[in-house]
Each structure stands twice: as structure tokens, then as C-alpha cells.
């Protein structure tokens, strides 16, 4: 935990951390308490998808039933994360924990890093299938409510760790491949 004199000295310095990100996430674990950990990333396909007038992104598949009903959408990009936009950012977030920033990217938070990375993995993908379904111009086939809503609480109540087995997995593949990511 960073010590308020120490935060203070962060924020007017930003050769030591960007002041967006201390701005973005200092607001969003102050004002929503189940965000332990949050990813901000302006990955392709969610960035592509931000960029549409409808950014919703419908159930088409089971990662896409996955984040049904749960991704908040902050529809007006008001520049870069200072305070305000910060502000506006964590009100919009709410009880969720995605959220498609208009024209930006995205924003995941978790209890842990592995969920929050999984999250992020996961809607990456759900993003990428759902770009890709477009780019085809056919007429998409999108699940119903019910069938999209119980595939979402499925995978939220599923029974094993699958966000840490995910995490642990992608650990040891860079520990084998790049172990110089650890420096």
C-alpha cells in the first residue's frame, strides 16, 4: 500500500509513474472496493470494438455468452484518464468488472491477477470472433438471452480455478520461452 505522502510525490512527478495511470486506477480501487486488480489495455480487437457506434458485443459464441450482461461501456471518450475522466471512468464501472472505454480500449479488474488476466484474455478473444463474424457481412447467429445468461453464470460459478491454472500455465511457458521477462 502506498502511503499518502508517497502518492502525493508520485502524482507530481510524472517521470516515475504516468499520472493517467495513477489517475485511472487510483480512482477506480478507491471508489470500487472489488476491483483488487485492474488491467487497462488498448488491445486490437477490443479497441476495434470500441470504436463502433454499437459496442455491444452480442452472444455468439461461448466467449462472447461469457461476458453477457457484463461489460459496462463508457460511450464518450473524453480524452485522456486525468481526474476527471477518471471520475467518470470508475462511476461507469460500477458493479462490473469490464469496461469498454468509447475509442480507447479496455478496462478489466479482478479479485486477483489471474482473474483479471483471465478476463482480459478471454474478451480479447470474444472481441476477435466477433470482428472477424462481422468482416464476413452475414447475418450473424446470436444465442438467446437465456441460453447467453446462463453460459455467463456458468462460467462465473465454475467449480475449479481455471483463472489461476490460466496464470500459473502462461507463467511457465515464459519461463521456458523468455525467462528474461522476470528482470
Given at each position: 500500500?502506498?502511503?499518502?505522502?508517497?502518492?502525493?510525490?508520485?502524482?507530481?512527478?510524472p517521470s516515475l509513474v504516468d499520472p493517467t495511470a495513477?489517475?485511472?486506477?487510483?480512482?477506480?480501487?478507491?471508489?470500487?472496493?472489488?476491483a483488487k486488480c485492474i488491467l487497462h489495455v488498448h488491445s486490437k480487437y477490443a479497441t476495434v470494438l470500441s470504436t463502433l457506434k454499437n459496442p455491444e458485443l452480442p452472444p455468439i459464441d461461448q466467449n462472447t455468452m461469457r461476458f453477457y450482461n457484463r461489460v459496462s461501456v463508457l460511450d464518450n471518450?473524453?480524452?485522456?484518464g486525468f481526474e476527471e475522466e477518471s471520475k467518470k471512468m470508475a462511476t461507469c464501472l460500477g458493479n462490473k468488472q469490464l469496461m469498454l472505454l468509447a475509442n480507447h480500449g479496455?478496462?478489466?479488474?479482478?479479485?486477483?491477477?489471474?482473474?483479471a488476466f483471465d478476463d482480459l484474455y478471454y474478451?480479447?478473444?470474444?472481441?476477435?470472433?466477433?470482428?472477424?463474424?462481422?468482416?464476413?457481412?452475414?447475418e450473424l447467429k446470436i444465442a438467446s438471452s437465456e441460453v447467453a445468461e446462463k453460459t455467463a453464470q456458468e462460467c462465473a460459478n465454475y467449480p475449479i480455478d481455471l483463472a489461476g491454472k490460466h496464470l500459473k500455465e502462461i507463467r511457465s511457458i515464459l519461463d521456458k520461452e523468455e525467462p528474461d521477462y522476470k528482470n
Amino acid at each position: 500500500m502506498v502511503e499518502r505522502s508517497n502518492l502525493e510525490k508520485i502524482k507530481k512527478d510524472p517521470s516515475l509513474v504516468d499520472p493517467t495511470a495513477i489517475n485511472i486506477h487510483g480512482e477506480i480501487h478507491k471508489r470500487v472496493p472489488q476491483a483488487k486488480c485492474i488491467l487497462h489495455v488498448h488491445s486490437k480487437y477490443a479497441t476495434v470494438l470500441s470504436t463502433l457506434k454499437n459496442p455491444e458485443l452480442p452472444p455468439i459464441d461461448q466467449n462472447t455468452m461469457r461476458f453477457y450482461n457484463r461489460v459496462s461501456v463508457l460511450d464518450n471518450f473524453g480524452g485522456l484518464g486525468f481526474e476527471e475522466e477518471s471520475k467518470k471512468m470508475a462511476t461507469c464501472l460500477g458493479n462490473k468488472q469490464l469496461m469498454l472505454l468509447a475509442n480507447h480500449g479496455v478496462l478489466v479488474t479482478g479479485q486477483t491477477v489471474a482473474q483479471a488476466f483471465d478476463d482480459l484474455y478471454y474478451f480479447e478473444r470474444a472481441c476477435r470472433t466477433y470482428i472477424i463474424a462481422l468482416s464476413t457481412n452475414k447475418e450473424l447467429k446470436i444465442a438467446s438471452s437465456e441460453v447467453a445468461e446462463k453460459t455467463a453464470q456458468e462460467c462465473a460459478n465454475y467449480p475449479i480455478d481455471l483463472a489461476g491454472k490460466h496464470l500459473k500455465e502462461i507463467r511457465s511457458i515464459l519461463d521456458k520461452e523468455e525467462p528474461d521477462y522476470k528482470n
